[in-house]
């Protein structure tokens, strides 16, 4: 499962995010998860619910925003339909992966202390 390796990896990202801000704990986490990313949605929360224990996240909320996979064409990057050729017909030209493949930490949500 290396849905555990990706976790730890967050988890460490988190952590360096929070004391640069100067955070006291992390109340959600927000990812981006591609469709064709490899990584396994549930696997990825139990893993998430494992390790974040005994870290600035051990209370944080894991959301997930999936991203369905889209294909464009690479001349006229016209957007090619699901489940058809990876060829552009009017171009002829090979698909390429626009999105879904990636995994972004895209938001965190930190408890800051008021240094007023």
């Known amino acids: 499962m290396h849905e555990y390796g990706i976790v730890q990896s967050l988890l460490q990202r988190i952590d360096a995010e929070a004391r640069s801000h100067g955070a006291?704990?992390?109340?959600?986490?927000?990812?981006?998860?591609?469709?064709?990313?490899?990584?396994e949605p549930d696997l990825l929360g139990f893993a998430f619910e494992a390790y974040r224990e005994g870290t600035v996240a051990s209370a944080a909320e894991l959301s997930i925003?999936?991203?369905p996979a889209r294909w464009e064409c690479s001349l006229c990057k016209a957007t090619l339909p699901k489940g058809g050729y990876l060829r552009c017909e009017p171009c002829d030209a090979p698909a390429r992966l626009a999105e879904g493949d990636d995994i972004i930490l895209e938001r965190l949500e930190l408890e800051v202390p008021d240094v007023s």
Not at 24 to 39: A, D, P, Q, Y
């Open 24 to 39: 006291t704990s992390v109340h959600r986490v927000i990812l981006r998860l591609g469709e064709i990313s490899g990584v």
């Open 65 to 67: 925003n999936f991203v």
